[in-house]
T-cell receptor
Framework: DAGVTQSPTHLIKTRGQQVTLRCSPK?????VSWYQQALGQGPQFIFQ???????QRGNFPDRFSGHQFPNYSSELNVNALLLGDSALYLC????????????FGSGTRLTVV | AQSVTQPDIHITVSEGASLELRCNYS??????LFWYVQSPGQGLQLLLK??????LVQGIKGFEAEFKRSQSSFNLRKPSVHWSDAAEYFC??????????FGRGTSLIVHP
């Protein structure tokens, strides 16, 4: 039973570019949440997708957007990249919007230069 | 708003010694509480969680945590630390929205 799968594992982008990160949830999970983890910090909640809609959002600008597909997989898009967007981006899947806890992927390490 | 404080940025212990990592939370109602572990370059693995019931929670890898409402704490303990326990440990709290808020983490260093 595969857990949460994220791709790519590492990515280097230039300031101003756009990036798309992908996440496949654990089998049987219907909810996907995205977190940003800067170096030396705890994960910060970006947003959560359930039934293909953004259900909750953290304190992140509109440059951060997402999508959930009918098969529950999800994408995180970041436009107009800034140096400060360099971080580990974690995807977490769950059932019923997280009522029973979350399973995290290994993350995508994004470096903006 | 909910929040978590992990007062210790780094903790150093000798292999075989006992361990306690501190976590204090802020939330207006009964919280859901979690401890996660993160090895370098990896995602987060759930060690244990508290939703309700017995305030002493047993987790994986020999860890346990105790919910103390009067102290707003959820400290993580292990009686005997192994070198493989060296990692970053995160405490998290959530409420009715089920969205966990994480602390900044405690780095555990284990000396042989």
């Amino acid at each position: 039973d595969a857990g949460v799968t994220q791709s790519p594992t590492h990515l280097i982008k230039t300031r101003g570019q756009q990036v798309t990160l992908r996440c496949s949830p654990k089998s049987g999970h219907d909810t996907v949440s995205w977190y940003q983890q800067a170096l030396g910090q705890g994960p910060q909640f970006i947003f959560q997708y359930y039934e293909e809609e953004e259900r909750q959002r953290g304190n992140f600008p509109d440059r951060f957007s997402g999508h959930q597909f009918p098969n529950y997989s999800s994408e995180l898009n970041v436009n107009a990249l800034l140096l400060g967007d360099s971080a580990l981006y974690l995807c977490a899947s769950s059932l019923e919007q997280g009522a029973r806890g979350y399973t995290f992927g290994s993350g995508t390490r994004l470096t903006v230069v | 708003a909910q929040s978590v404080t992990q007062p210790d940025i780094h903790i150093t212990v000798s292999e075989g010694a006992s361990l306690e990592l501190r976590c204090n939370y802020s939330y207006g109602a009964t919280p859901y509480l979690f401890w996660y572990v993160q090895s370098p370059g990896q995602g987060l693995q759930l060690l244990l969680k508290y939703f309700s019931g017995d305030t002493l929670v047993q987790g994986i890898k020999g860890f346990e945590a105790e919910f103390k409402r009067s102290q707003s704490s959820f400290n993580l303990r292990k009686p005997s630390v192994h070198w493989s326990d060296a990692a970053e440990y995160f405490c998290a709290v959530s409420g009715g929205s089920y969205i966990p808020t994480f602390g900044r983490g405690t780095s555990l260093i284990v000396h042989p």
